[in-house]
Antibody, heavy 118, light 108 residues
Framework: EVQLVQSGAEVKKPGESLKISCKGSAYLFSNYWIGWVRQMPEKGLEWMGIINPVDSDTRYSPSFQGQVTISVDKSINTAYLQWSRLKASDSAMYYC???????????WGQGTLVTVSS | EIVLTQSPGTLSLSPGERAALSCRASQPIISKYLGWYQQKPGQAPRLLIYDVSSRATGIPDRFRGSGSGTDFTLTISRLEPEDFAVYYCHQYGTSPWTFGQGTMVEIK
């Protein structure tokens, strides 16, 4: 069964760094881009960016450019979303999704809840 | 960026009724790259429709997507109890990709 398994919930302080992960299984990882979506508490979905596992070509939404870094390690079928200095406003659920020939995200991870609080 | 505006914000209906959800884009959607997701509380979004009208794997045929240009509709022909959820439209033809703000379909 195709799965995207994300790392567990995180509680961090403002100014700390964080890297969360998304591991794909039961499909050819290099054939699908991995995208990231933010969902703030009780809010809608926001597209953050997407990465090609083959060559790490990355596209960011202007809203998130410079605020996060998306990366990938194709040797272990894992994509990452990273912050160098967290803010309280980064508190949200973060989802990864795979994007293949259809372009749209057809399978999603279970989400990683990030809480940033002093 | 393309802004997607969904209406209504909330739809109150009974099981067995028909639901029509609207998604209007601020500019034409390229190459039919418009889809719909369903999200239930505590769950990740689930793909229902891609390329305006193609149903994703395993999606029942009571879900139908239609539209073109800037106006799109998701129709649920007869609501089942499991269909009460939030629905998001999503365009993936023009970067940055964007989502609508969602329509909640609630039990009347």
């Amino acid at each position: 069964e195709v799965q995207l398994v994300q790392s567990g919930a995180e509680v961090k302080k403002p100014g700390e760094s964080l890297k969360i992960s998304c591991k794909g299984s039961a499909y050819l990882f290099s054939n699908y881009w991995i995208g990231w979506v933010r969902q703030m508490p009780e809010k809608g979905l926001e597209w953050m960016g997407i990465i090609n596992p083959v060559d790490s070509d990355t596209r960011y939404s202007p809203s998130f450019q410079g605020q996060v870094t998306i990366s990938v390690d194709k040797s272990i079928n894992t994509a990452y979303l990273q912050w160098s200095r967290l803010k309280a406003s980064d508190s949200a659920m973060y989802y990864c999704a795979r994007h293949g020939e259809m372009l749209i995200g057809d399978r999603w991870g279970q989400g990683t809840l990030v809480t940033v609080s002093s | 960026e393309i802004v997607l505006t969904q209406s209504p914000g909330t739809l109150s209906l009974s099981p067995g009724e028909r639901a029509a959800l609207s998604c209007r884009a601020s500019q034409p959607i390229i190459s039919k790259y418009l889809g719909w997701y369903q999200q239930k509380p505590g769950q990740a979004p689930r793909l229902l429709i891609y390329d305006v009208s193609s149903r994703a794997t395993g999606i029942p045929d009571r879900f139908r997507g239609s539209g073109s240009g800037t106006d799109f509709t998701l129709t649920i022909s007869r609501l089942e109890p499991e269909d009460f959820a939030v629905y998001y439209c999503h365009q993936y033809g023009t970067s940055p990709w964007t989502f609508g703000q969602g329509t909640m379909v609630e039990i009347k």
